[in-house]
């Protein structure tokens, strides 16, 4: 018996994967056609777009996962249900016909970005493993354009990336753009992080439609927070050069626009004399072609019911392998005399990454996000793929030594290697990493952590994450700094590390601000309070006076930002936002009793210049202000009446 696979996506190998497992070589012969020579992970596109991955971490050689299956990369033109034979280009122009016993067509579905006037001409599709490489390099381009570029209105432009849709491929790619473009500003000189403006163009109120109400907010809240603009309930009319037209009537400018929107269906399918639904092949419950015996559709092309809900199944990657997996099933049933099963599925959630290591998860009714769901995701994602499976399998067993700061604050002290003293170098708050220095870099133990307040931390497997590191250049960054916070730029400078230890922050301090806010503060006040306040640094209380948060004018650029793109139904009355509506509370403040050295390693860790200085480390009420231009200062003036010779050594 020769059994033809058309496509080579999740469908078509899992089809191909039950069958060899079930059906010797000598009763079944297998032949799957696909255009490239490996499989996509679709789910992993955004990350090579978005330079987390190479390329090939997100595609799987098909003969390598298919041990058994005979495999061709010739295109399938034609299939001729009436006389059981496929058509396929040789390579040479010439067309060469091949008879099958069963054909299993699963050629999913193709990009159309036709669906929007000049989309064709001026926006990135993403569907197929070229777009997101092209994606990647163009998006590099454009920051260095916007680096050589002294016209700031051109720049912004450069600088400026439209998503259309915002299903999972466009919140995964807006998220995974997004932090790409952010985390790079530290290397270029001619631009910030406020420069970046990623906007996410959705046609309906809420963003990821596949996913629980309640994760679509806190995904929408969490990429709203890290700096992505939202334009809901609008639709994209055109694209041009300079960006695209929306359906009010407003042009965004930007020099990047990827179209996540639009399918169109395969030529093959097209050509196909079979009945369809919607462009998609009508199926019968077991998955052939309705009217067929020996031809079967799986995956995005074809249209069947889920016996589970009598619904249709969604073009997914997890419907797509699972309808492999039963159709193969009904073939074998077929060949042994026995009666095929409808398909039938209860979906088991869904996965979406929103970058920044965020994701939302929806698992067999449990709802996840953030970091964890992160995790997850890249968990199940792995564990398809090949050779991946098998590391992460290793590095499960392995212990348990990187820690994410989910509460409180922890400080980090290190071994003066001239005396053996163990001194605080820096604070650690919400969402910080730390682990053991060997982890990563093979560096001698010379930091170690300490509670500073109560704390709540997550355990995550060191060998899990030294192999995602590996592989995930951002992530491996983030780690390489977590574990060597506060040593290296130290190093450099005995002088200064030396002078700031003994240098108390009360030396330092500027008083608290005139005007001391509050989490009930409205947002029209906190204007006013920061118009009226030279510096621009205020304070946030709770109830119980202690210190809740922080804002500056960088906090607030970014909430009228969020606020001028939320439509008016969604945002409300302005004037009634409070600051606990919009402000994240602030993890990293400073403690009386620490030294300059601490408060300069932490504002250094965290790129911030100045810190709230709380009364001690246990009780948390404001005394202060702390800038790192007047710890910087007294650095100079000291270097220059000092110690001259060390201070060249240093440099
Ligand atoms: C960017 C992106 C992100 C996504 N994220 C998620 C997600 O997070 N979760 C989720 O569940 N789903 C996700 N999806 C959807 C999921 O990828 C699809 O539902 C799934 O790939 C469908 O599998 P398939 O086997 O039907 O088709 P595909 O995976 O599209 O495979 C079809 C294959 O057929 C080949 N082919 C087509 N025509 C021919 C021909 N004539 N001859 C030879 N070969 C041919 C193609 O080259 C292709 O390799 C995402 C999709 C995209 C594009």
Not at 243 to 269: F, K, Q, W, Y
Not at 278 to 303: H, K, L, S, V, Y
Not at 305 to 334: V, W
Not at 519 to 545: H, M, P, R, W, Y
Request: with cysteine.
């Amino acid at each position: 018996m020769r059994v033809v696979i058309v496509g080579g996506g999740f469908a078509a190998v899992q089809f191909a994967k039950t069958l060899r497992s079930k059906l010797r070589a000598s009763e079944c012969e297998i032949l799957l056609f696909n255009r490239e020579n490996h499989m996509v992970f679709h789910p992993l596109l955004a990350d090579v777009a978005g330079a987390s991955i190479n390329a090939d971490a997100a595609a799987a050689p098909l003969r390598q996962m298919l041990p058994g299956v005979g495999f061709r990369t010739e295109r399938v033109q034609r299939i001729d249900l009436s006389s059981s034979e496929i058509e396929f280009d040789d390579g040479n122009g010439a067309l060469t016909r091949l008879h099958y016993d069963h054909v299993v067509i699963a050629c999913g579905a193709e990009s159309n970005l036709g669906i929007i006037p000049g989309m064709s001409e001026h926006a990135f599709a993403f569907k197929v493993m070229r777009d997101a490489i092209d994606l990647r390099q163009h998006i590099v381009h454009q920051m260095e354009y916007a680096e050589a570029s002294s016209d700031p209105d051109r720049r912004r432009w450069y600088l400026s990336f439209i998503i259309v849709g915002a299903g999972f491929s466009g919140a995964e790619v807006a998220g995974e753009i997004n932090e790409l473009v952010r985390s790079s500003t530290r290397f270029y000189r001619n631009f910030r992080k406020d420069d970046v403006v990623v906007t996410l163009v959705h046609s309906q109120d809420q963003i990821l439609p596949e996913v629980a109400t309640k994760l679509r907010e806190f995904a929408r809240k969490k990429m709203e927070r890290a700096g992505i603009t939202m334009l809901l309930n609008t639709r994209a009319v055109a694209a041009t050069h300079e960006g695209v037209e929306l359906n009010d009537g407003r042009m965004l400018l930007g020099a990047t626009v990827v179209c996540t929107i639009g399918t169109a269906i395969s030529p093959i399918v097209q050509s196909l004399d079979a009945p369809k639904e919607r462009g998609r092949i009508r199926t019968a419950p077991d998955m052939r072609i309705e009217g067929q015996t020996n031809a079967w559709a799986i995956g995005d092309c074809a249209f069947t019911i889920n016996a589970f809900d009598n619904k249709p199944s969604p073009p997914t990657g997890q419907f797509a392998e699972r309808q492999g997996r039963q159709a193969a099933l009904n073939l074998i049933r077929i060949v042994n005399g026995e009666a095929t099963k409808s398909f039938h599925f209860k979906a088991l959630g869904q996965l979406c990454s929103i970058g920044g290591y965020q994701a939302v998860a929806e698992m067999l009714g449990v709802h996840v996000s953030g970091f964890l769901a992160w995790l997850m995701w890249r968990g199940v994602y792995l564990f398809k793929l090949p050779t991946w499976s098998r590391r992460i399998k290793v590095a499960l067993d392995w212990s348990w030594d990187v820690l994410l700061i989910e509460e409180g604050q922890v400080e980090i002290l290190q071994k003066d290697p001239g005396t053996s003293d163990t001194k605080v170098v820096a604070v650690l708050g919400k969402g910080d990493f730390f682990g053991e220095g060997a982890l990563l870099g093979n560096r001698p133990h010379e930091t170690s952590i300490r509670a500073r307040s109560a704390v709540r931390l997550r355990q995550i497997g060191s060998a899990l994450f030294v192999q995602i590191a590996g592989s995930f250049a951002p992530l491996r960054e983030l780690l390489v700094k977590a574990v060597t916070r506060g040593s290296d730029f130290w190093r450099r400078l005995p002088v200064s590390k030396s002078m700031l230890e003994g240098e108390s922050i009360a030396s330092f301090l500027d008083p608290l601000p005139a005007q001391l806010l509050t989490k009930e503060t409205t947002f029209a006040d906190a204007i006013n309070a920061l118009n009226e306040s030279a510096a621009g640094n205020l304070l946030v209380l709770d109830e119980n006076q202690r210190l809740w948060g922080t804002l500056d004018r960088g906090d607030l650029y970014q909430i009228i930002a969020r606020i001028a793109v939320t439509s008016a139904e969604t945002r409300g009355d302005i004037s009634h936002l409070k600051l606990s509506d919009l402000l994240i509370p602030n993890s990293i403040f400073i403690a009386l009793e620490d030294s300059a050295l601490v408060a300069s390693a932490t504002m250094l860790d965290h790129g911030i210049s100045w810190l709230a200085v709380v009364k001690s480390k246990d009780d948390p009420r404001p005394v202060g202000l702390l800038r790192g231009e007047k710890i910087s200062k007294r650095m100079l003036e000291r270097i220059a009446q000092g110690q001259p010779t060390q201070a060249r050594v240093a440099s």
